[in-house]
């Protein structure tokens, strides 16, 4: 049987250089007959002689068959890190991948974890079970590109009744797909608020949000940040589907905006910046209704329709409808509204502050029916301001009438 733990010297890449070492290391990788007998893939390289010179490298490589999200653990040593040779210090832990196949990974390896001049010595270690099929492959290590950082999405422009401007590009690390870097963890956007200023709601799509902590997104402008050091907290992202995109929505608040000027938006990779995530379907548009629990019926119409409907002659072409609220989250509430033209039980989801309420019951054609939603009080924020989103299944159908009116929140006792 064959022994393969030794990797060898990688040669840092360079723009017109690719020393990726396409050798395959591991246990019963790539075959049954190949063993690591101690569960350790080793490998070298020599950083760049002074601080001056230094940069953060990125590491990439397949690895096969990883069956857990504790199986395998990446380590550094050098005399910066690890001066007794005994402490290395973890670059991170591989994600769970294909069943015996290849996924591809990148860490980052940044200048300060270094030792310049010196050999740095990385190693794959196998956490789990040293018996465990896994292994290596494609190891390349090479400079980070910083220009690929902080990417941006551009000029978000509002919508209005009649346009629709959702942001349709991808911007991430690792996604769309594993060519695609952001090395510096940040996305950003910026939009001009108006001269008289509304609530917005910003709404989007997060690729591969696997923790609580994860993402982060930030506003900063003048009113909130006039340092430009400082950005205020817009919200962290739930977790989200894994390898897919789940749809999220801030509110913006007229308070936190500077009237007739620039306005920064950034995305933030929270946790480690080498992971896979995006963002996509970035949308900016005013909340449509302010409701007050106990307060008036909200009597506006709000969906898509035309001047032949019974609905009348409005148009919202992104097929969402927004209301926000605040709350002591003390109470259940109960919101009733009328509905139009619901065609079936699947057609209008509901949610709070993005937790599915269910869907609007589905009606006859062109007429109005009434419904009603409960909102439990442990949906409810009492820090921040509440959002109520309608989504329309056929966004952006213009011959697909929908719409809500005479919306109340009363409290359930």
Do not use: C, H
Not at 345 to 351: A, K, S
Not at 395 to 401: E, K, L, N, P, S
């Amino acid at each position: 049987m064959a022994s393969n733990e030794n990797i060898g010297t990688l040669v840092i890449d360079t723009a017109s250089t690719d020393n990726t070492v396409t050798g395959q290391f591991g246990n019963r990788y790539p075959d049954a007959e190949t063993v690591d007998a101690d569960g350790i893939i080793s490998a070298d390289f020599t950083s760049a002689e002074t601080a001056e010179t230094l940069t953060d490298l990125v590491l990439e490589f397949d690895a096969f068959d990883v069956d857990t999200a504790t199986e395998v653990e990446v380590f550094l040593s050098n005399p910066t890190v690890d001066s007794t040779g005994t402490d290395p210090v973890s670059l991170g832990t591989l994600t769970i991948g294909v069943n015996d196949g290849l996924e591809s990974y990148s860490l980052v390896i940044t200048e300060e974890q270094q030792g310049g001049g010196d050999s740095n010595v990385i190693t794959f270690r196998q956490m789990d079970d040293i018996t465990w099929k896994w292994g290596v492959t494609n190891i390349q290590l090479s400079e980070v590109d910083m220009t690929l950082g902080d990417q941006d999405i551009g000029t978000l422009v509002i919508d209005t009744a009649s346009t629709n401007n959702t942001v349709t590009g991808q911007f991430g690390n690792r996604y769309p797909d594993a060519g695609t870097v952001d090395a510096d963890g940040i996305i950003s956007a910026d939009f001009t608020s108006a001269e008289t200023l509304t609530d917005l709601t910003l709404e989007f799509d997060a690729f591969d949000v696997d923790t609580a902590t994860e993402v982060e997104v930030f506003l900063s402008n003048p009113t909130v940040d006039p340092t430009g050091t400082d950005p205020v907290s817009l919200g962290t992202l739930t977790i989200g589907v894994n390898d897919g995109l789940s749809s999220y929505s801030l509110v913006i608040t007229e308070e936190q905006q500077a009237a007739g000027d620039s306005n920064v938006i950034t995305f933030r990779q929270m946790d480690n910046i080498t992971w896979k995530w995006g963002v996509t379907n970035i949308q900016l548009s005013e909340v449509d209704m302010t409701l007050v629990v106990g307060g008036a019926t909200e009597t506006g119409e709000f969906g898509l329709g035309s001047v032949l409907d019974v609905f009348g002659p409005v148009g919202d072409l992104d097929g969402v409808v927004t209301a926000s609220f605040t709350s002591a989250a003390t109470n259940d509430l109960l919101m009733t509204l009328d509905t139009f033209d619901i065609d079936t039980g699947t057609e209008v989801e509901v949610f709070i502050n993005d937790v599915s309420l269910g869907f609007l019951s589905g009606v006859d054609n062109d007429i109005l029916v009434g419904d009603t939603i409960t909102i439990l009080a442990a949906q409810q924020s009492a820090t921040e301001l509440n959002v109520i989103s309608f989504v329309q299944d056929d966004a952006g159908g213009t011959d697909t009438t929908w719409g809500v009116t005479n919306i109340e929140l009363d409290t359930l006792f």
